[in-house]
């Protein structure tokens, strides 16, 4: 399986598709990468056609880590093998206006709001949706980048200079509840493997903590998995698709569609029998999908910025599952993550508190997802 | 971590050791190695003392996959790196006479045997054993190579030519009920993980399925667990080491000690939320050890021989989990595994007969372990 990025999410691809024969390649411009290690890595940028041709040549059928591949690298890997999930999945969702349009068709809530094409269209938009709102670079953005939260009239002027530089759109401030996310993981015959609703923890603009299955009560997480698979099969989608949602007094509004494996499916690694990245790999090959409801409910902690080494984390608790990317520190780098897999919800939350401290870990998203593991 | 040998076993070493932030190196003569595609591979005899040096560069801590490792090789690397399982447990492990001395040491019975320096002593130690007896090679001998079965004396004629050529020990048939393994794995500290009592299926000499945990009724799984526990603590190992038993109608005979991961312990990656392979990592590099309890009742089918291909197996079972080890078809060899996991005993047992008609899976092993996969 060829491999577009080659970051840790293609490193877990290698290490979940080792096991069943599967080989990746990959094709990434950084020259030291934290998939390298269990892959072929082609380091070259993703324009250059000899790279292309190196990276296909050999592979049976490729995929994506990283949605922001030019969608032109997409469509020539695209003509030479066959390319899962399809350019189709990848231009939907790369540009968060024709995103917004496309979830509405498919039938689900997206949040207020309107295209700023440059500087001068801001403050039209900014009369259509009101104060407070946040402007979104229409490409590009990911963990919190390309955003600005714009509170009140003087912080209009960082608006405008995000949006005098690229395409933005306005988008009204969603007042939610909590943030959850769905996976989704549809085969080529349509069949989908999909995961329970996850509630997911950001400070900062990043995602910090998962709780899964998030607590339901009130059929929530019917809904999210109608939403998920709805898209998915909107898109001919084939292998993994996220999709982030605010839960909000009036019901599920889609934030975001990440046509790949993800950051609240870190959890599936060890907390279902068969992960996001087998059964991304699985529907990639074209093989049934696995099982993916969840052993027992598990809380994952993101590493980020700095990672404890491996014998404090096993110090603080035996049992928690460990995932270092090898990647080197860097402030608000992604550098591992931490899941505990408890049956019972009250160790479970003794055990995350546990964790808390840890360098890495964000300790009130933490302590809060500790809070929230209790809730069934 | 360095590891001597690069066949499955130093594979799944590999694969256990990524998330941890572990990364392997392998020593190894062969040239191409199914453990080559997860860690550096350092191809070259155990003899060459400038490979050696390579080897235990950079390098923290070694360890073996293959027991059959020269003792030379092993000390040369002790007197470099940490050495761990220690030389000890190698050199009392890889001659059975010795091994089976120590065993009675230890406290545990081995079958009646005796010493068969050459061609001549066979038939004073057949008089003192009798028929029909095994002629085993001292040392080398796995999966039923270097053994003859002396049934009657027409047989004998073979029996002198193994001993012509190595010493060998002559040992009484053991009438068993049933083959079970212990695998204990031992931390710097004393502190030990132990898995649960696994039940072993061979034919044709090589394991072809196991039942996790065994049946026991009466308090067999806490005396082989004594017995482990005993042996690993008598050689002051470090790490992995399983014990090979028989239960018959007077209580457990130890039949072979392996000072490293084993086969009977490859349903550990799917049926304990710490495997063999993290433990024995965890155990080498003196960190905290994971839990060894078993998640749920489970079986595992050796694919020897031949492979199905992934997409096959996943048809007959999607949730069946697969490991394939790269390796090319030879007749006998071990190719890969399958594990089912499964809470209801009955499903369990269903599922692995659905698995029984795969190629490379040993029919009537696979049935008989789904039958006994019944049994708690």
Known sequence: VGVLGAGQLGRMLALAGAPLGITCRFLDPSESTCAAAFGEHVSSEYDDSGAIERFCGEVDVAT??????????????GERIPMRPGAESLERTQDRLSERAFVRDAGARVAAHARVDDADS????????????????????????????LHEPSDVDAGRQLAGRQPCILEAFVEFEREVSIIVVRAEDGACATFPMTEN????????????????????????????????????HIGALCVELFETARGLLVNEIA??????GHWTIDGARASQFENHLRAV???????????????MLNLIGEA??????????PAARVHLY????????????LTVVDEDREA?????????????????????????????
């Open 64 to 77: 994506f880590e990283f949605e922001n591949v030019p969608a032109e690298t997409a469509r020539a890997v």
């Open 122 to 149: 801001l403050d039209a938009a900014i009369s259509e949706i009101g104060l407070p709102a946040l402007l979104k670079t229409r490409r590009f953005g990911y963990d919190g980048k390309g955003q600005v939260l």
């Open 201 to 236: 923890l950001h400070a900062g603009g990043i995602l910090r903590a998962s709780i899964a299955p998030a607590a339901d009560s009130g059929g929530t997480g019917d809904e999210a998995r109608r939403i998920g698979e709805t898209i998915a099969e909107r898109l001919g």
């Open 259 to 264: 046509p790949r494996v993800h950051n609240s």
């Open 285 to 299: 090959c074209g093989w049934p999908l696995g099982p993916s409801e969840a052993i027992a409910p598990s809380v």
């Open 308 to 317: 404890p080494a491996a014998s404090d984390i096993l110090s603080a608790d």
């Open 326 to 337: 090898g990647k080197s520190a860097r402030p608000g780098r992604k550098l591992g993550h």
């Open 348 to 376: 479970l939350a003794r055990r995350v508190r546990a964790l808390a401290g840890l360098p890495g870990v964000h300790r009130e998203s933490a302590l809060a997802a500790a809070e929230r593991a209790t809730v069934s």
